[in-house]
């Protein structure tokens, strides 16, 4: 029973360009989701988070939307760079400070120079 | 600040073995938490430990165990190893209650 679902597991974007990943999820107790980022041989590293008592939260390039009518969040980074190429997953959780996180499965970001 | 570190990055084991991975917590987290990561998929939580006792645990058979010590250092313990164990097993570690996780680099399992 996948609870967060990252439909696409891979995306191409052009240096430059808004690059908008999406994550839908179906547990209506989540109240905290976070974005992460992998790179190759090393830990996920936290980009950013949204409470569900919020539907914008940006930082710098990145910015997260909720929906949560539809259960929906995106990340948007705006302009994507090369440094972007990584795997983003999305992940939730029942309240904010509660470390057990349910991750989705990612999508792989390339950035096109 | 040293961040969180895991040992060993890579080991094989044959089914029915038993393995101990070790992680070291960011100087000041007090809390760790431990997830599984199958090729393919998102990590997945396996439980975790605040001052010593474990604190929240997903859905992993007793066969999976841990500790955290003291110096909130942490161990993973797996027992009776299957094919299935074979993934990724990240260790994180967090100052209680911040709901930011940072994460090691892992310790890449393959049962054999």
């Known amino acids: 029973d996948q609870q967060v679902k990252q439909n696409s597991p891979s995306l191409s974007v052009q240096e430059g360009r808004i690059s908008i990943l999406n994550c839908d999820y179906t547990?209506?107790?989540?109240?905290?989701f976070l974005w992460y980022k992998k790179y190759p041989a090393e830990g996920p590293t936290f980009l950013i988070s949204?409470?569900?008592?919020?539907d914008k939260n940006e930082d710098g390039r990145f910015t997260v939307f909720l929906n949560k009518s539809a259960k929906h969040l995106s990340l948007h980074i705006v302009p994507s760079q090369p440094g972007d190429s990584a795997v983003y997953f999305c992940a939730a959780s029942e309240d904010f400070g509660n470390e057990k996180l349910t991750f989705g499965t990612g999508t792989r970001l390339t950035i096109i120079p | 600040e040293t961040g969180v570190t895991q040992s060993p990055t890579h080991l094989i084991k044959t089914r029915g073995q038993q393995v101990t991975l070790r992680c070291s917590s960011q100087s000041g987290h007090n809390t760790v938490s431990w997830y599984q990561q199958a090729l393919g998929q998102g990590p997945q939580f396996i439980f975790q430990?605040?001052?010593?006792?474990?604190?929240g645990r997903g859905n992993f058979p007793p066969r999976f165990s841990g500790l955290q010590f003291p110096n909130y250092s942490s161990e993973l313990n797996v027992n009776a190893l299957e094919l299935d164990d074979s993934a990724l097993y990240l260790c994180a570690s967090s100052p209680q209650g911040l709901g930011e996780l940072f994460f090691g680099e892992g310790s890449r399992l393959t049962v054999l």
């Open positions: 547990n209506s107790m989540f109240d905290y």
């Open positions: 430990y605040y001052r010593e006792e474990e604190n």
């Open positions: 949204i409470s569900s008592i919020k």
